[in-house]
């Protein structure tokens, strides 16, 4: 998907809504979301931005910080 929102920005706001519903101890969506921030750091934020208040402060809390694209959800090791 990280690819994908590259090619059609359009969608970064449905992807970033998207991102609590992955996660768990094996997905890497988290991770893969840092490509994203980096590539498209401008629509990223804003699609970060947009979020309601509540979710915004979560995902930026237990997600992804668009400040320096810092991860902080990660899978668990195998």
Known sequence: MAKAVLLVPKKMSVY???????????EDY????????????KGFAQAVA???????????GHILNPKGCRVLAFPEAD
Do not use: S, Y
Not at 17 to 24: G, K, M, Q, S, Y
Not at 30 to 41: D, E, I, R, S
């Open 16 to 26: 970033v809504e998207f991102a609590p519903e992955t996660l768990n101890p094996e």
């Open 30 to 41: 988290a991770v893969q979301m840092k490509a994203v921030c980096l590539g498209n750091h």
């Open 50 to 60: 947009g979020l309601p208040t509540r979710d915004r402060d979560w995902f930026i």
